[in-house]
């Protein structure tokens, strides 16, 4: 018989999540999709970033929110979301925040997480208080610009992120009166700014989905149409294609537009797409969804180089997670090993 100490200690303990090893180009490609293999990813990066890093980042932990719920299992998601909504209570004591875009961040991971359960939990809503609280004047919010496209380099992607929350939020949230003056800040920001390329085009898109009276329908159609003329032969897509992005070693190893199709730029492209109401069948969404099922590695990921630096490839978890989202919203996560 387990004495009760002990059990009640095995019960406490937090699920093991082994870390992946580190990303690389030339990892193998898997035998055959894996669903299983890519949950298994993202909880090593998600939960390990959130354990070690006690933060919540753009390229791991917050895309690993929206993503993991589409694959069984939930231990993940509920260690990170309890993390968070610590901080929600930290803040609504009086404790300060890490900045508005770590606020704009936690309210949309948390958002996501309610849509799922399809309650929007009192944490949630917090959260929301404190973002709108930190929204500028202009309708937008003091973005980290550090250097680090597609996420961390301007104030549009922040404000597309904060769309996102709102829009995604369970209970008809973004028409409660608690969004609609912040939400009317947001339009005109959002209106008034032009996205800086095809990447923010999307995410504005996107974001479209969710919220109304970002988007006419003819800009919808137009950016569809873009980012479909954005695909490459094999299927794919390619980040560096999405935008005019420039190394921190750019003298000697340049992002190139031309470089192979990569697991962000697909699984972002195909989600959007799909969300933006293309449907599976369409050519170009099939062919993605395809390249995805066929470029998964052998770890679970898909990598995707960093526009930055080859120090680290954080985006590949961002990748991983859109690519997990892309095949959930084409009805392609079933019949893998």
Same mark, same amino acid.
């Given at each position: =018989?387990?004495? @009760?100490?002990?059990?009640?200690?095995?019960?406490?303990?937090?699920?093991?999540?082994?870390?992946?090893?580190?990303?690389?180009?030339?990892?193998? #490609?898997?035998?055959?999709?894996?669903? @299983?293999?890519? $949950?298994?990813?993202?909880?090593? #990066?998600?939960?390990?970033?959130?354990? *070690? &890093?006690?933060?919540?980042?753009?390229?791991?932990?917050?895309?690993?929110?929206?993503?993991?719920?589409?694959?069984?299992?939930?231990?993940?998601?509920?260690?990170?979301?309890?993390?968070? *909504?610590?901080?929600?209570?930290?803040?609504?004591?009086?404790?300060?925040?890490? %900045?508005?875009?770590?606020?704009?961040?936690?309210?949309?991971?948390?958002?996501?997480?309610?849509?799922?359960?399809?309650?929007?939990?009192?944490?949630?809503?917090?959260?929301?208080?404190?973002?709108? $609280?930190?929204?500028?004047?202009?309708?937008?919010?003091?973005?980290?610009?550090?250097?680090?496209?597609? =996420? *961390?380099?301007? /104030?549009?992607?922040?404000?597309?992120?904060?769309?996102?929350?709102?829009? #995604?939020?369970?209970? %008809?949230?973004?028409?409660?009166?608690?969004?609609?003056? %912040?939400?009317?800040?947001?339009?005109?920001?959002?209106?008034?700014? @032009?996205?800086?390329?095809?990447?923010?085009?999307?995410?504005?898109?996107?974001?479209?989905?969710?919220?109304?009276?970002?988007?006419?329908?003819?800009?919808?159609?137009?950016?569809?149409?873009?980012?479909?003329? $954005?695909?490459?032969? /094999?299927?794919?897509?390619?980040?560096?294609?999405?935008?005019?992005?420039?190394?921190?070693? *750019?003298?000697?190893?340049?992002?190139?537009? @031309?470089?192979?199709?990569?697991?962000?730029?697909?699984?972002?492209?195909?989600? #959007?797409?799909?969300?933006?109401?293309?449907?599976?069948?369409?050519?170009?969404?099939?062919?993605?969804?395809?390249?995805? &099922?066929?470029?998964?590695?052998?770890?679970?990921?898909?990598?995707?180089?960093?526009?930055?630096? /080859? &120090? $680290?490839?954080?985006?590949?978890?961002?990748?991983?997670?859109?690519?997990?989202?892309?095949?959930?919203?084409?009805?392609?996560?079933?019949?893998?090993?």
């Amino acid at each position: =018989m387990i004495p @009760a100490a002990l059990l009640a200690a095995a019960v406490a303990a937090p699920a093991d999540f082994p870390a992946p090893a580190p990303t690389t180009a030339d990892e193998p #490609v898997a035998k055959a999709f894996s669903p @299983a293999k890519a $949950a298994e990813y993202l909880d090593g #990066v998600g939960v390990g970033w959130t354990r *070690e &890093r006690k933060c919540i980042t753009c390229h791991t932990n917050l895309p690993y929110l929206l993503a993991r719920p589409h694959l069984p299992g939930d231990a993940g998601v509920k260690e990170v979301r309890k993390f968070l *909504e610590a901080d929600v209570a930290s803040w609504t004591a009086g404790g300060k925040p890490r %900045g508005p875009a770590y606020v704009v961040a936690t309210a949309l991971g948390l958002a996501a997480t309610d849509a799922h359960a399809g309650k929007l939990t009192p944490a949630t809503r917090a959260a929301f208080d404190r973002m709108w $609280a930190e929204q500028r004047p202009d309708g937008a919010w003091n973005w980290l610009k550090c250097d680090w496209p597609p =996420m *961390e380099h301007d /104030d549009y992607y922040g404000a597309t992120l904060a769309a996102l929350a709102a829009g #995604v939020a369970p209970e %008809g949230y973004a028409k409660s009166d608690g969004a609609k003056v %912040g939400l009317e800040k947001l339009r005109g920001y959002l209106t008034k700014t @032009a996205a800086p390329d095809l990447h923010h085009k999307a995410m504005l898109l996107w974001a479209s989905t969710k919220v109304d009276g970002l988007l006419a329908p003819d800009r919808q159609k137009a950016i569809v149409a873009e980012l479909k003329s $954005a695909q490459r032969a /094999d299927g794919g897509w390619c980040l560096p294609s999405l935008g005019a992005y420039k190394r921190r070693d *750019e003298a000697k190893s340049p992002n190139d537009p @031309a470089a192979p199709s990569d697991g962000y730029a697909t699984g972002f492209a195909v989600y #959007v797409l799909r969300q933006a109401g293309v449907p599976a069948t369409d050519a170009a969404v099939a062919r993605g969804a395809t390249w995805l &099922r066929s470029n998964q590695r052998a770890s679970g990921r898909w990598y995707t180089r960093s526009l930055n630096t /080859d &120090r $680290a490839h954080y985006i590949t978890n961002a990748g991983s997670a859109f690519a997990v989202l892309a095949l959930a919203a084409c009805g392609e996560m079933a019949g893998g090993e």
